[in-house]
């Protein structure tokens, strides 16, 4: 199979791939579509097994950042960066300036920002060699830690799929979290202060240890989370969590995360749907945290401060959005993450 025939590729308008040999760089950046303005997707450094591995995850991301970006209402065109390597121990600036210049090479066509793997700290390596970095601090349109926003749109997305499958608030309902890095401790925070019990699991004993002190939190091993009695499946951890094997141990009506890419497949989705669960489209529910980054894009290309109240508009219309979804989704009797593709398409379209 060539990169053409890829069902990844999905009309991209470039992938780029780049390697320095001084400091061991070996990055793709892959630009989905900038029909609605520049590409924008953050960075993920990962031991991928394979450079066909990065490549296919760098395009699935691209494209979901321009469904993302698109359903959230943003100038932005959908784009993403993969470096491969252990962020654990092959990190070092000299690495993280080549990805700058890499960027740089982009020609503008894309902005980076954070994702798994890689820091605050690594990106201000990177912004030594290109502006187009977003994320950081140190200037008048900062937008600060993406995730407290992230959380805040997925938390909102929890509670209306909840009101749309179970008739109630949140009050007394169990929910599982997969992970509870940065988005996921923030959501269990925001869930806890509103009356759901969690069940959590991730691999960093220490975010386990501080979210279960605070919440309340009961802990479960990574694997058990399927298997958990919990109303709400909320995926917050790396993609693919949702697959034919773990989608029949699932016990509640309700998936919806922070992850990206959570169903293995579209076939996925279709059982999901066939098996009666609701899900809430997660390039739509997470959206929150680019929204918080397209802020910083904007003051930042305008010479102005970062604008809260444009932040909150966006997060306010971006529960709309998921509700037309869940809405048009039972009108037509069609999985929603199907019909939130179709409307992700339908408003690319329409800026051209």
């Not at 305008?302 to 219309?317: E, G, H, P």
Request: hydrophobic residues 45%; aromatic residues 6%; proline residues 3%.
């Amino acid at each position: 199979m060539t990169l053409f025939d890829s069902p990844a590729f999905e009309g991209h308008e470039g992938v780029h791939a780049f390697a320095d040999e001084a400091s061991g760089l070996k990055t793709i950046i892959a630009v989905h579509s900038t029909t609605l303005g520049p590409a924008a997707g953050g960075c993920r450094m990962w031991p991928y097994e394979s450079a066909e591995a990065a490549l296919t995850d760098a395009l699935k991301l691209s494209r979901a950042m321009s469904f993302k970006n698109a359903m959230a209402g943003l100038e932005l065109g959908g784009g993403k960066s993969v470096i491969i390597g252990d962020a654990r121990k092959d990190k070092t600036p000299e690495l993280f300036q080549a990805f700058g210049r890499a960027v740089e090479r982009v020609g503008g066509r894309y902005w980076t920002a954070e994702d798994v793997g890689v820091s605050p700290a690594d990106l201000e390596e990177a912004r030594t060699e290109t502006r187009y970095v977003a994320g950081l601090e140190g200037h008048k349109a900062a937008s600060g830690d993406p995730s407290p926003v992230t959380a805040e749109g997925v938390f909102r997305g929890v509670r209306l799929c909840v009101e749309r499958a179970y008739g109630r608030d949140l009050n007394g309902v169990t929910v599982a979290i997969q992970g509870v890095g940065h988005v996921g401790a923030y959501l269990a925070d925001k869930l806890h202060a509103a009356g759901a019990k969690l069940i959590i699991t991730d691999v960093n004993q220490a975010s386990l240890d501080a979210v279960a002190a605070r919440t309340g939190a009961t802990v479960v091993a990574p694997d058990a989370i399927f298997d958990a009695e919990a109303e709400v499946f909320a995926p917050c951890a790396l993609g693919g969590a949702v697959t034919f094997e773990t989608l029949a141990r699932l016990k509640g009506r309700v998936v919806a995360g922070g992850a990206n890419n959570q169903l293995a497949s579209a076939e996925v989705g279709r059982a999901l749907f066939d098996k009666g669960l609701l899900y809430a489209p997660d390039y739509v529910i997470n959206g929150g945290g680019i929204i918080n980054v397209a802020a910083e894009i904007r003051g930042l290309e305008t010479d102005t401060a970062f604008d809260q109240a444009w932040v909150d508009a966006k997060l306010d219309r971006l529960a709309l959005t998921l509700a037309e979804v869940l809405d048009r989704a039972a009108a037509d009797g069609r999985p929603t993450d199907q019909v939130a593709n179709e409307m992700a398409r339908e408003r690319i379209a329409a800026g051209r």
